[in-house]
């Protein structure tokens, strides 16, 4: 199956965002969301987990995976971005578990992904994860 970054076939489908490139082009990645949705049966063997944000207004959305791919340089499912989206939407939303976390975080919010001073990473700093509700 072909990836397909946007489409335009349907005018109700979702275009999905390269955090990571534009992260990379523009320093940080900003992303105003209207719902939010953790798939726990997501991949080609339904066997990964990832964070979805959708923006309705914009027909755009970015997904974050929590489990690690194979070859991947980060292998720690808790170091993932996937993971650092849920925990800056748990510490923003609440809840006592995954479910009240996404119910209340499909109010709609505000990702931020932003270079952070940190004296022990080798570079310095390091990506901070924030969410605003």
């Not at 992260?23 to 953790?38: I, M, Q």
């Not at 979805?52 to 993932?80: M, N, R, Y």
């Amino acid at each position: 199956m072909e990836w397909k970054e946007q489409t335009n076939e349907n005018k109700n489908e979702i275009a999905f965002l390269s955090y990571t490139e534009i992260r990379k082009d523009e320093g940080e990645f900003h992303f105003s969301f209207t719902s939010a949705s953790l798939n726990e049966s997501a991949g080609a063997t339904n066997d990964s987990e990832c964070i979805t944000l959708i923006d309705a207004e914009s027909g755009t959305a970015v997904t974050f995976w929590v489990t690690p791919h194979p070859q991947g340089l980060q292998q720690d499912p808790s170091k993932t971005d996937g993971a650092k989206v849920g925990n800056a939407l748990r510490r923003a939303f609440g809840g006592s578990n995954w479910t009240e976390v996404f119910d209340n975080a499909s109010a709609g919010g505000k990702l931020s992904i932003t270079k952070n001073d940190y004296p022990a990473s080798p570079t310095g700093w390091a990506w901070l994860f924030t969410v605003q509700a």
